[in-house]
């Protein structure tokens, strides 16, 4: 088996909660921080810390809005993001495809 690919996997993405978020957001055109966080069964403050990871490495951009008189975030992924979400499954497929050969 090749390891290549699993080594190349995107770490920032690889850890559950930022992989449900990330998956959620390629689904969507966005999604506000309530819908995610149900959606995930998440606490806010896991939603939150890895929200922060994924904007951080330039994945995830936040718009701000009024909904009513409250204040709504909602989430989409950049470009950059959806190429290395791209780029992730890719590498998950070629490591499926090589477990499949044996």
Do not use: C, W
């Not at 850890?15 to 390629?26: P, Q, V, W």
């Not at 606490?43 to 490495?57: E, F, I, K, W």
């Not at 809005?65 to 992924?77: D, Q, V």
């Amino acid at each position: 088996m090749n390891p290549e690919p699993f080594l190349n996997l995107d770490r920032v993405i690889h850890e559950k909660g930022r992989l449900a978020i990330m998956s959620l957001l390629a689904a969507s055109d966005g999604l506000s921080f309530t819908e995610m966080r149900d959606t995930l069964q998440m606490t806010d403050g896991n939603v939150t810390a890895h929200l922060r990871t994924l904007h951080d490495a330039g994945y995830v951009a936040f718009t701000k809005s009024l909904e009513g008189a409250r204040p709504l975030t909602t989430s989409t992924l950049t470009a950059k993001g959806r190429k290395a979400f791209a780029e992730y499954v890719d590498l998950l497929d070629q490591i499926v495809r090589q477990t499949k050969g044996k």
